[in-house]
């Protein structure tokens, strides 16, 4: 009943926390961090789930980690998905292919 509760809140708190757009998905660092920690792991799994990957606690970690710390600093997660700590979010997407030279 515990998870079942925690995982209801986690889905509330998902969609102010996390802004999906063109470029990835961005979670919004301020929201993330009022949230109590056993939310706000549960929201970054469920963003991590949705750029398509299987979250560990590593990787949830590593998230929250950059949400605390300055901007400029990035993670690289599985499946070439990149965690990167912008001024107000950590944007979590994967870099577009490059075009190959004519």
């Given at each position: ?43 970054v799994s469920q ?56």
């Open positions: 009943e515990d998870a079942r509760e925690l995982n209801r809140q986690a889905g509330h708190a998902f969609a102010p926390a996390v802004d999906e757009r063109e470029g990835g998905l961005f979670v919004e660092v301020t929201a993330l961090l009022d949230l109590p920690p056993s939310i706000a792991s549960r929201v963003a991590l789930f949705r750029s398509g990957i299987t979250p560990t606690q590593d990787h949830i970690e590593s998230v929250v980690d950059l949400a605390k710390n300055r901007p400029g600093r990035r993670r690289d997660l599985p499946g070439g998905l990149l965690a990167v700590r912008e001024r107000d979010y950590v944007r979590l997407s994967r870099p577009s292919p490059e075009t190959p030279d004519s």
